[in-house]
């Protein structure tokens, strides 16, 4: 199992970024996947997640109306567009999946930056 980031990168306040993450090595469309973040000397938290399906999406609150979570199960690529970027957006963003082998296990990404700073 692979699950790889991009497109974190330095914003404006108010500007948007698209984050993706590239799954590998498991039936991305039969499982659900988050998208989490952690920023200096802070707790990971969940930022949004999506069914396996897309059918049906969460958003912590700080974000619902900024941040939109998809994902194109043909592609196997999970994203998060986020909009109206705010400096307490800054944080490493990780992609995570629970996937189903022999038994549950948890899988991160590398995570990747983005840093909102006028």
């Known amino acids: 199992v692979q699950l790889a980031e991009s497109g974190g990168g330095l914003a404006q306040p108010g500007g948007s970024l698209r984050l993706s993450c590239a799954a590998s090595g498991f039936t991305f469309s039969n499982y659900p996947m988050r998208w989490y973040r952690q920023a200096p000397g802070k707790e990971r938290e969940l930022v949004a997640t999506?069914?396996?399906?897309?059918?049906?999406?969460y958003h912590r609150d700080s974000v619902k109306g900024r941040f939109a979570i998809s994902r194109d199960n043909a592609k196997n690529t999970v994203y998060l567009q986020m909009n109206s970027l705010r400096f307490e957006d800054t944080a490493v963003y990780f992609c995570y999946a629970r996937i189903f082998t022999s038994s549950w296990y948890d899988y991160w990404g590398q995570g990747t930056q983005v840093t909102v700073s006028s």
């Open positions: 999506i069914t396996s399906t897309g059918g049906s999406t």
